[in-house]
């Protein structure tokens, strides 16, 4: 079942095994309970603290509970959870073996003093790169809690019941069988979600924090690397995001960051919290920021008013809030949205197995994810609004060259349509001719760029017609001791290496109006 790579890998994970625990599987005659069957036993074969049995009674077959001894712990992976949730499984393995979680302290007490009954089903596709933090969060909560059962479903290997429940993206979260939330969720959220008195709670400490000489709004490259420059710098550093690292969580694969060949985004978002978490850098996670308030007076304190209602203040400001996926904008669009329309190929480009799709979008993220997808789907319809594709050629070449693409141009999409709740096509018009056409399909891929997150700013700050804010060579913004930083600024090119060095250019230019001040 593992290769021999994979084994001596979870070989050495297991040896932090310290508590004995079983693995009861619920099998049938099916060739996925078979493969089930050989991975359990391999896992088994390699710690004497974990039994295996084959006699559990669920009705999802394939799957198996892991429950260690003494103890009413209930994970169960309703999958093989090999590909991107490997790692899942050898979490879950060593948790319910005893080994202590990454985690910190006050979220592990906030899990076990949940004094609720929860039961999560969590679907999920084993080729998508958001799943395993929410798989991995929602597996720690059971471990940690007697009275949370968590069971983790591969969607791909339980189809009837993804139709059923009409899921058509992931990660998607039901809690008690009524739907709880889709798309990535940190374990921070999860609790943010479930104790309702966290928000006012944190926002009480927030109002009692000292004003910062630095203070920082957004926690993707360009927050981060502003955070290390100015914590280095020995003055008082805070951090207020809605999400450590930004939309880089949401990207698959990153292979042009200089000095690291390949990461993923979870992986490198992770890296630069912990980077940052180096310094004595306060960071206030899960804080979105609603309203800016200069300085009454040249050299007063700044405000940023956040949407638990608390207020941070600081001398200075970097705004870094970045940019998110940019809608089509038509009717449809938001009513079908996780019901056929979609923005992540790779998460949910399984769903649509077998079916006919569409992209709309031509540029490299449009084109590489018609490519992606052509090797599971039916059919992609490319759609692209201007005269040709604007994705490098060697894109452009490979998908033209795939039997089961169709690559339409001048094309402008006009609405989204369904049956009965589902996506079931989409309209467009034709604008050389003006004639109005059709494409029917199961699922379409939004590719169409970023937007930056602004709304919050607009009659404070400078924007561009486009809504970024308007910085100077130093970061500098139309506001006095209000810098900007990334994807959320009128720097031309979003990319990830642009963004952190953009953060460590504004707060150098932060910090040179500290002096100057």
């Not at 932090?16 to 009861?24: A, D, G, Q, R, S």
């Not at 019941?161 to 992931?170: F, G, K, S």
């Not at 927050?223 to 710098?233: D, F, I, N, S, T």
């Not at 923005?343 to 992606?372: M, Q, R, T, W």
Request: a negative charge.
């Amino acid at each position: 079942m593992l290769d021999a790579a994979l084994k001596t890998q979870l070989q050495g994970y297991l040896d932090h095994v310290k508590l004995p625990f079983e693995i009861i599987a619920s099998l049938d005659n099916s060739a996925s309970s078979d493969e089930m069957r050989e991975l359990l036993e391999e896992i088994a074969g390699m710690n004497d603290k974990i039994s295996f049995r084959a006699d559990g009674v669920d009705t999802r077959t394939p799957s198996f509970l892991l429950r260690r001894t003494g103890t009413e712990q209930s994970l169960r992976f309703a999958a093989i959870p090999l590909g991107h949730e490997f790692t899942s499984l050898v979490l879950a393995l060593l948790w319910t073996g005893g080994h202590p979680p990454k985690v910190e302290a006050a979220q592990i007490d906030a899990v076990k003093a949940l004094e609720v009954d929860l039961d999560f089903e969590i679907y999920m596709s084993l080729t998508c790169h958001n799943c395993p933090d929410v798989v991995q969060a929602l597996s720690l909560m059971s471990v940690l809690n007697p009275r949370i059962r968590t069971t983790v479903i591969d969607g791909g290997l339980f189809q009837a019941e993804v139709e059923a429940r009409e899921i058509m993206a992931v990660p998607s979260v039901y809690l008690n069988g009524e739907h709880f939330v889709s798309g990535r969720i940190s374990l921070e959220e999860l609790i943010a979600k479930l104790d309702t008195g966290s928000a006012a709670r944190d926002a009480k400490k927030l109002d009692a924090e000292e004003p910062y000489d630095m203070l920082i709004v957004g926690g993707g490259p360009a927050g981060a690397a502003a955070a290390v420059y100015a914590a280095r710098k020995g003055i008082r550093t805070g951090v207020a995001a809605e999400r450590f690292g930004g939309q880089v969580n949401d990207t698959l694969g990153i292979e042009n960051y200089i000095s690291v060949s390949m990461t993923d985004g979870p992986k490198f978002a992770a890296a630069l919290e912990g980077h940052v978490k180096d310094y004595k850098v306060d960071i206030h996670n899960l804080q979105r920021a609603e309203k800016l308030i200069p300085a009454a007076q040249p050299g007063g304190l700044i405000e940023v008013e956040l949407a638990n209602g608390a207020t941070l203040k600081g001398k200075t400001v970097i705004l870094s809030t970045g940019a998110r996926w940019r809608n089509v904008g038509v009717p449809g669009e938001a009513e079908y949205k996780n019901k056929g329309v979609a923005y992540c190929p790779h998460c949910d480009g399984p769903l649509f197995k077998g079916k006919p799709v569409a992209v709309i979008g031509g540029g490299n993220s449009g084109v590489e994810a018609a490519i992606d997808l052509a090797g599971i789907v039916k059919h992609v319809t490319l759609i692209e609004f201007g005269a040709e594709l604007r994705a490098d050629a060697v894109l452009v070449k490979k998908a033209r060259s795939l039997p089961n693409v169709t690559i339409i141009t001048n094309a402008q999409t006009t609405e989204f349509t369904g049956t009965n709740g589902k996506l079931d096509g989409l309209n467009y018009t034709d604008r050389v001719t003006g004639e109005a056409k059709r494409v029917e399909v199961d699922g379409c891929f939004v590719q169409i760029g970023l937007v930056p997150n602004t709304e919050w700013l607009r009659g404070t700050v400078e924007l561009s017609k486009h809504g970024e804010i308007i910085v100077d060579t130093k970061g500098a913004t139309s506001v006095p001791g209000v810098f900007a930083a990334g994807d959320v600024t009128t720097v031309p090119f979003k990319q990830i290496i642009i963004a952190a060095g953009d953060g460590a250019k504004a707060a150098l230019g932060a910090f040179d109006h500290l002096m100057r001040s």
